[in-house]
């Protein structure tokens, strides 16, 4: 086949939803197609204009291409073909099985979660006790040297599993989680090397004592689960099940990922109710009452599942576990009695909350995009990293409590002083007998057991000031260089900790003022740094209120949430929001841009466009495969099958490969679309699960085909979304994020010209695209 035969810049090509802004002109001498005949389409609209905008994006710590998800449905003639002939008791079937995968995803969720804890209390239990047993027979040295030599060995584990088997699962997950419910897909976000290596390796980095949290990877492994059970198994791994043959498609799979990423919340703080209104404040892009039903239900096996697991450890049988029950940092026993005072010290934590939060986003933008050079250059110096800040922190949590003063323990405790064992609020460290070391019961604890005491209302003067300010400093700054990494890494446990450190410190410095119990100010100042950095409220309001279950705090931190809230967002994004933007993942907003109101729809059509007609040559479409990324493509209805060249819809690439793979051709142009009715199912089309579907290279046609005709009709989508070519560009883009898009089609104003203008994908709506298009816009943005 000739190269020429389509016109558009092979040097530009780049992967790409759909093209855009001009119609192809076929140059076939022996086939009469609508453009040969069509003076107005002599030459094509908008020949250089290209979409340059990035095809890949860093996902985890690695760098791969992304597409966008197809959630509209493909409303062709064997998809209702498959909705007439469906029965009553397959729609029950249907509707029975979402149900049941809403309750194997929360089933499934809080077993991992609990295995998630149980490994983590117990390893970094056993190196906590073996350190202070060496430090209790005074080997000091040798005390170090099992505490970073341990450490170093499960950052090792956790870093090797990262860099070599499943790049995707470094980070906290929750940023990809957060893309692909947007719409956006890329290898590996949800695969089960991901799911194994999230696991496992957040184990190992948190038992590890790196200041990160277990909670930002409980989202993507509740994520990764949903997508393995909803996509009918994994046909890579030998995993598959006919009658999940209904999920495979994006668009329910999006809901039970959402399920997923709610099931993950809830098992991380045994908040159900948090896990549901995070995964609708923060994760999904869309919404609507019966999945708010199905998450709510999700989330309620997660919390049924965790009080029964719990329950069985209370008679001992979790080791190092412990005997915690289902509210993780119950300060339920301080009661929050507050005055004008106390009001205007909450409101002080709150801004600097804000202020605290939006820096520690611009510190970890600036180490994500440094780290990011570091770990292009190959897994070795990612490990050599994760070693460094290894070494760093060890040498933080056992260097810095020496600095610390040794204090007497207080009188008419009901615990032990000092602790004898892993964990407690007194760990005696270097200190004589009946004395403790107050920073060392905060660094050489687990993350949950130093935010435990932190919160602790027991002894007002239990921590120094300057011991405070110490363990804020570090948790800082240590949270900063930590997180990006490749290690599996939430944020979540690093906030809280230092803005616990900072809401204590401040109950201490305001104590003659202000009558707030101090383990409340720490509550308080969690609660202002994570309004800071994240810019939730709903959502983490109610996941705090639950953490502690202390509800008389309501009114004081949903105060603490908005100004912290306020406060930052006049200095940046949230981070997940940053991170989003840092990785190169094309997340539409929830709104458009201002300058997008001076723009039409036609104005950023990229091109030129690949169009077919609506029974077209095997050769023609095999090139435009071959030749392009595109993933969806006009089809053309022209003479002698209607009356005047009409648009007749969409189709997608991966149904035209299906279709070529088959061979249903005829040596002339005719319609065969009942012949294909009967051959296929709607199932032959759906979307492959983690295997790999059909690919052009897979095709094995002859030169006699490629000659020959295929028709479009059965699998062209008849009922695309089209917008008119003078539609405002903010309207465009509001309806694509809406209605959850992967292809918008540009029509013409006026008669007499190709019944398409052009195609817009996501890419399209992206400020480097317009913005490269229309530079001097930028100055009146705001206009």
Request: glycine residues 8%; charged residues 15%.
């Amino acid at each position: 086949m000739d190269e020429n035969s389509f016109n558009f810049n092979h040097g530009n090509d780049i992967e790409h939803d759909g093209g855009g802004g001009a119609f192809l002109e076929r140059k076939e001498s022996n086939t009469s197609t609508y453009s040969d005949r069509e003076g107005a389409v002599k030459e094509p609209l908008l020949k250089s204009r290209v979409n340059t905008t990035s095809q890949i994006a860093i996902v985890g710590a690695n760098v791969c291409p992304i597409e966008s998800l197809d959630y509209e449905i493909a409303e062709n003639e064997l998809f209702k073909q498959d909705w007439r002939s469906r029965k009553r008791v397959e729609i029950f079937q249907y509707v029975i099985l979402k149900w049941a995968l809403a309750l194997l995803i929360g089933l499934s969720t809080a077993l991992v979660g609990f295995f998630n804890n149980l490994a983590v209390e117990n390893i970094a239990g056993f190196k906590l006790l073996l350190t202070s047993n060496l430090m209790l027979a005074d080997k000091h040295y040798q005390a170090f040297a099992a505490f970073a030599g341990l450490n170093m060995f499960l950052a090792i584990c956790a870093a090797v599993l990262c860099a070599l088997v499943a790049p995707a699962a470094a980070g906290s997950g929750i940023p990809e989680v957060k893309a692909y419910l947007n719409g956006v897909d890329a290898h590996s976000i949800l695969a089960p090397s991901t799911l194994l290596v999230k696991i496992f390796g957040s184990i190992f980095g948190v038992a590890a004592g790196f200041v990160v949290g277990k909670e930002g990877p409980m989202v993507h492994t509740g994520a990764c689960i949903a997508n393995l059970l909803g996509q009918g198994g994994s046909r890579k791994y030998h995993l598959t099940w006919k009658w999940l043959r209904y999920f495979k498609n994006d668009r329910d799979r999006r809901d039970l990922i959402t399920c997923g990423a709610a099931a993950g919340v809830a098992v991380a703080f045994r908040a159900p109710v948090g896990g549901v209104l995070f995964a609708l404040e923060e994760a999904a892009s869309w919404w609507r009452s019966a999945l708010l039903w199905r998450t709510f239900f999700t989330t309620a096996v997660v919390a049924m599942v965790l009080r029964s697991l719990i329950q069985f450890c209370k008679s001992g049988n979790c080791g190092l576990f412990g005997q915690g029950g289902l509210i993780m940092f119950d300060v339920n026993s301080a009661i929050p009695s507050y005055n004008t005072t106390d009001l205007l010290a909450i409101m002080l934590i709150g801004v600097l909350g804000g202020i605290f939060g939006s820096l520690y986003n611009y510190l970890v933008d600036k180490v994500l995009r440094t780290y990011s050079i570091i770990n292009e250059r190959g897994p070795a110096l990612k490990i050599l990293l994760v070693v460094v800040i290894s070494l760093l922190t060890s040498c933080c949590a056992y260097g810095l409590p020496w600095f610390a003063a040794c204090t007497p323990c207080p009188t008419g405790l009901d615990v032990q002083c000092p602790t004898i064992g892993r964990s407690g609020n007194y760990k005696s460290f270097q200190c004589q007998e009946g004395h403790y070391n107050d920073l060392a019961s905060l660094f050489l604890n687990t993350n949950d057991d130093a935010i435990r005491n932190l919160f602790s209302s027991r002894n007002k003067s239990e921590f120094h000031i300057s011991s405070l300010f110490i363990f804020f400093t570090a948790m800082y700054f240590l949270g900063v260089i930590t997180y990006g990494i490749a290690i599996p890494s939430g944020l979540f446990i690093p906030v809280i900790l230092a803005g616990a450190s900072y809401g204590r410190l401040l109950g201490r410095l305001l104590g003659s003022f202000a009558s707030l119990d101090v383990g409340l100010f720490g509550l308080l100042g969690a609660a202002s740094f994570l309004g800071g950095t994240m810019r939730m409220t709903v959502s983490l309001c109610v996941i705090l209120l639950e953490l502690t279950n202390d509800l008389l705090m309501l009114p004081l931190m949903m105060l603490v949430l908005l100004i912290s809230k306020t406060v930052a967002d006049s200095f940046n994004k949230g981070v997940y929001d940053q991170i989003v933007k840092m990785k190169g993942l094309p997340y539409m907003e929830a709104h458009a841009e201002p300058y997008m109101r001076q723009l039409v729809a036609g104005d950023v059509c990229s091109g030129p466009l690949i169009a077919f007609s609506s029974v077209e040559k095997v050769g023609n479409i095999l090139h435009a495969l071959r030749m392009t990324r595109h993933n969806g493509f006009p089809v053309i209805d022209e003479p002698p099958f209607t009356d005047a060249p009409e648009l007749c819809g969409l189709v997608l690439r991966s149904h035209l490969l299906v279709l070529l793979n088959a061979k249903k051709f005829t040596k002339n142009r005719v319609l065969i679309r009942s012949e294909l009715l009967r051959m296929f199912h709607a199932f032959d089309f759906a979307k492959p699960g983690s295997g790999k579907g059909l690919k052009v290279e897979d095709l094995d046609i002859n030169e006699e085909e490629m000659e020959m005709y295929v028709d479009l009709h059965p699998i062209t989508n008849t009922s695309p979304y089209t917008v008119i070519e003078t539609m405002s560009l903010a309207k465009a883009a509001v309806l694509f994020r809406e209605l959850g898009l992967r292809h918008l089609c540009v029509v013409p104003k006026t008669p007499g010209r190709p019944p398409i203008v052009g195609i817009l994908t996501r890419h399209d709506f992206m400020p480097e695209h317009v913005l490269g298009l229309y530079p001097h816009i930028v100055s009146h943005k705001y206009a």
